[in-house]
């Protein structure tokens, strides 16, 4: 049944991305009680337990899309719930809550990129299975690193209920917010449609290489 399946592979590329959703959802729920809207904290979304934030299309149908044909491998939580009403100024602290998620991101590929590079000649010059454990740990960071990289740059296209949705709408002169917020309801008609276009792979897979690149 599992002739030619790599399950070490497949089980860390669902684990990390569990928790790289995670971190990106509890970021949210963090910086927006930062801003005045707890909303986040009082649900337990400021949690890395990923039970807290799974979305079973985007936090397992997807990634295994991705793992099983060779596309690149994202996903997606439960959003974390904002109140407006709790923010002084919704525009400014909406974008600074939208950054949050891909910037925790980012931090994560950034922290596994360091220890690839710490870990991966000793995992090499090693025998045994100390040497067998590092290599498995220098696979993980890798699988870390890009997922969070992909993870970071899929959320911030700016198209509605994406993060760079929001970053945009904060950005906007506010003369253009009107125009922008017409296209909003449609937005997951969109992302839909690059997904199964494979538009979603045409944004993401130089990403990816470049990424690749650096870890080789």
């Given at each position: 049944?599992?002739k030619g399946v790599?399950?070490?592979?497949?089980?860390?590329?669902?684990?990390?991305?569990?928790?790289?959703?995670?971190?990106?959802?509890?970021?949210?729920?963090?910086?927006?009680?930062?801003?005045?809207?707890?909303?986040?904290?009082?649900?337990?979304?400021?949690?890395?337990?990923?039970?807290?934030?799974?979305?079973?299309?985007?936090?397992?149908?997807?990634?295994?899309?991705?793992?099983?044909?060779?596309?690149?491998?994202?996903?997606?939580?439960?959003?974390?719930?904002?109140n407006s009403a709790?923010?002084?100024?919704?525009?400014?602290?909406?974008?600074?809550?939208?950054?949050?998620?891909?910037?925790?991101?980012?931090?994560?590929?950034?922290?596994?990129?360091?220890?690839?590079?710490?870990?991966?000649?000793?995992?090499?010059?090693?025998?045994?299975?100390?040497?067998?454990?590092?290599?498995?740990?220098?696979?993980?960071?890798?699988?870390?690193?890009?997922?969070?990289?992909?993870?970071?740059?899929?959320?911030?296209?700016?198209?509605?209920?994406?993060?760079?949705?929001?970053?945009?709408?904060?950005?906007?002169?506010?003369?253009?917010?009107?125009?922008?917020?017409?296209?909003?309801?449609?937005?997951?008609?969109?992302?839909?449609?690059?997904?199964?276009?494979?538009?979603?792979?045409?944004?993401?897979?130089?990403?990816?290489?470049?990424?690749?690149?650096?870890?080789?």
């Amino acid at each position: 049944m599992f002739k030619g399946v790599d399950i070490l592979w497949i089980g860390s590329n669902i684990l990390v991305l569990l928790f790289s959703v995670s971190l990106h959802e509890s970021a949210h729920a963090w910086i927006a009680g930062k801003r005045g809207d707890p909303t986040g904290k009082l649900l337990g979304r400021v949690s890395l337990n990923p039970l807290r934030h799974l979305d079973p299309v985007g936090s397992l149908l997807v990634p295994m899309i991705g793992i099983f044909t060779g596309a690149p491998v994202f996903g997606w939580a439960k959003p974390v719930p904002v109140n407006s009403a709790n923010l002084p100024d919704f525009r400014r602290d909406q974008l600074f809550i939208s950054l949050a998620g891909p910037l925790s991101n980012l931090c994560a590929a950034a922290s596994f990129f360091l220890l690839i590079k710490l870990l991966a000649v000793p995992a090499a010059s090693i025998g045994g299975f100390p040497g067998v454990a590092l290599g498995v740990t220098v696979m993980i960071c890798q699988i870390g690193f890009l997922i969070n990289i992909i993870l970071a740059v899929f959320n911030l296209i700016p198209i509605p209920p994406l993060d760079g949705s929001w970053v945009l709408a904060g950005l906007l002169p506010t003369r253009y917010l009107s125009y922008f917020e017409k296209i909003r309801p449609y937005g997951f008609f969109i992302l839909l449609l690059l997904l199964v276009t494979g538009g979603i792979g045409f944004i993401l897979g130089p990403i990816l290489d470049s990424a690749i690149a650096l870890i080789r």
